[in-house]
């Protein structure tokens, strides 16, 4: 009786557990993915793969709103088996990602990491500093924001002084 009494609860503790273990980007999504190549080779001449559509990650440098559209620009990070980009502090360059909704940039915040499918619709040369940068350009099909991790192991402290961290 008390077996039948708690069989939601381990139910609803399993849904949980299983929806956290997802991936940030749909299936449908990730059906979608024509390029699987690398994001060098993309980038040494995004206009060879036009209409080809990536899966990329990265950390948000810059979020701007057009009266037609958003704009975002990626610094690019790999990415690890759950679409998640992999906080590196390293990259093979930047992307722009084009989206005709209204991307916020109070949400899209300088330093966020995301996942995005899209379509590369070629390239957009701006200026970096007083350099010229080549960007592949994105039409977004799909973004995952990703929250900030949490540290998943205790952290054990002892030391002098007042108190101790367990």
């Not at 940030?24 to 060098?40: A, C, E, P, R, W």
């Not at 989206?99 to 899209?118: M, N, W």
């Not at 039409?139 to 929250?147: C, D, F, G, H, S």
Request: with cysteine.
């Amino acid at each position: 009786m008390l077996i039948k009494r708690t069989r939601p609860i381990y139910i609803v503790f399993l849904i949980i557990v299983l929806t956290g273990c997802s991936s940030g980007i749909s299936k449908q999504s990730l059906s979608k993915v024509t390029y699987m190549g690398s994001f060098s080779e993309l980038q040494e001449n995004p206009d060879q793969f036009i209409d080809e559509i990536v899966l990329f990650g990265g950390k948000i440098i810059e979020a701007k709103i057009t009266p037609t559209s958003s704009e975002l620009i990626v610094l690019h990070m790999p990415l690890d088996n759950r679409s998640r980009p992999e906080n590196l502090d390293q990259s093979k360059g930047r992307f722009l990602i084009r989206s005709e909704q209204f991307l916020d940039p109070a949400i899209y915040q300088k330093g966020v990491l995301l996942s995005t499918v899209g379509v590369i619709k070629g390239s957009q040369a701006k200026a970096i500093g007083g350099f010229s940068y080549v960007y592949p350009l994105m039409e977004t099909i799909e973004i995952k924001l990703w929250p900030k991790e949490v540290q998943g192991y205790p952290w054990v402290h002892f030391g002098f002084g007042v108190g101790t961290t367990f």
